[in-house]
């Protein structure tokens, strides 16, 4: 099992409110979390990285609780393992894309200039977006965007990866393309992947639950846990 959530909940005041969020997710798996509210999504996958504060219950990845106090160094090091695809945001606007997508291996990973620009080059194919590796962030459109967000989402060959919501506005080219990187290097990593979306599912989808503020529930059913 590469995560396990427990009773988790998040409290925001009126503008976000979790409660009652249990699951779990395997090797190779491709969990598809739906619901009806982005923000909702986003603050989910937020909270299973440690990002968030007001929070109860536990987040069980490597074996340790991510929402548990810990020396800086080891959060880090759980987190290179954990990709995060951000659907809005979560470049670095000083950098161009290139430079965005090989800050992963900068910044967790040990790799000389020439690995981390071949893992670059890569990733970018398999993204579609080697047009855009010398572009600068605010020269992308937001699907652009999201793309990068999923290239650096990729270079570690994380254990876990994050998906929010990126393929809402994709044309069906875009949403091939995300759906064949996933795959390319699931396929290398046996990686789990837990994707946040309103409407679009991934081909490789094994499993669907729907999210609401009061819990988890099947698609259709939103009395069942």
Known sequence: MILEVKNLGLDRGEEVHLRNISFSLEPCECLVIRTPILLLGTALLETLM????????????????????????????????????????????????????????????KVTRGQAAFATDEVAEATGI?????????????????????????INRPRLLLVDAILEGMKDEQRERVSSAIGYFRGECDFGVLMTTRTRDLPQTTRVLELRPDGLCAPGNLNDA
């Open 50 to 109: 440690g990002l968030e504060e007001k929070v109860s219950g536990e987040v069980l990845f490597g074996g340790e609780n991510m929402l548990d106090d810990m020396p800086s160094h080891r959060r880090l090091s759980l987190r290179r393992d954990i990709g995060y695809a951000h659907r809005v945001g979560g470049l670095v606007s000083l950098l161009n894309v290139r430079e965005n997508i090989a800050l992963p291996l900068c910044y967790h990973a």
């Open 130 to 154: 080697r047009e855009l590796l010398d572009r600068e962030v605010d020269e992308l459109d937001m699907v652009q965007m999201r793309l990068v967000n999923l290239a650096r989402a990729l």
